[in-house]
């Protein structure tokens, strides 16, 4: 059968719940109000101490801190957004809720925004490490925001965590990710000046002491209202709690199916990095039509696979065809054709149309035991081996 809960889903236990308790018994579930320092508080130290964070800021989801580390570069109303041109359309959702405008830029083979393609001039830059693929980093860039999503505990080449590297870092606790609450989001900055701009736009654009009504002070602007709620940052706590277990489980499960997947010309694994999260197993087949024929086999088996071609967002509804819920076309209408708005790839996006093609996504199964994992990658093997 098909696996239906993916990664930190399968370890949501009630004997782990004391913070969702406690929580509870203290009728607190705005974190303003609780009676002693608040789980979402607790959960952002957690967050800064683990992945080595300055400051980190507890939201609703991912879109959200995606939208909320943009307010907080102070952009202009239609400033450029580069994002690459393969990952979830809530990136470029995010970016147009801001009043800015999506520019894809095209990938490398593990679907990573390719920074040889960016503008000398970029000002605002998100990369999306896609299936905890941790992807490179464009340099010199003011306000680069690492979307990682997919990628939590991941670490780049010299040794920082992902989402720690640049001038802010998104997270998600959606059902599908590593670690999950149902919905939920934070936002890791550098710099402390950074968060306090972003903490008085998450409430309202409010001052705000614990206990105590928010102030709004001469000069005050208006923000929205992004607080965490208490009882689901006391699951995003529990959670973190297996994050070391899930990732070595990941780990083990990947080495497995790499290792049982047979090297044939047809069929070639992408390839990941030591500081990659290991969600799946990528693999890349010689055309489009086996690619069809693996996911079919597998699928027909209840063995879990997926496509990426629904992230590829020059295609996507959205972007292609820049429709507004606004009557003037808002923020579209503010692109005005000029250079800094024409979309990033060397030949169309073609190459990566194909690419995506002949893709297939493996997901691995943390909560399994060994032997588990073990004869899960012997099926996906044999599936395989028998195109």
Known sequence: MLRRLPYGANYLQWDEMAELRGAIEDKALFRYISSGTSVSSRLERLVEERLGATRALAVHNGTEALRLALMGTRPSAGDPVYIPAVTFVAVAGAVLSCGLVPVPVDVDERCALDPTLLPTDAQRVIVAHMEGMVGPLPQGIPYLIEDTAQAMGGRHADGRHAGTAGYAGTFSFHHAKVLTSGEGGLVVVRDPDDWELLRSYHDHGSDREHGKYPVWREGSFYGENFCANEAVAAVQLQQFRHLDEI???????????????????????????????????????????????????????????????KYFLPGHPVVRDRASVYADGFPWNLDDGSERYRPRSRDGFRATRQLLARTLCLPLAPELDAAGQAQAAKEVAATLAAL
Request: charged share 35%; net charge negative.
């Open 247 to 309: 990732l070595a489980s990941l780990e083990q499960h990947h080495r497995m199916l790499s290792t049982e997947l047979h090297d044939r010309p047809d069929i070639r694994q992408v390839p990941r990095t030591d500081g990659d999260v290991k969600v799946s197993v990528r693999i890349e087949l010689d055309s489009p039509e086996l690619r069809d024929r693996a996911l079919n086999e597998l699928t027909d088996k209840g063995l879990p696979c997926w496509t990426l071609d």
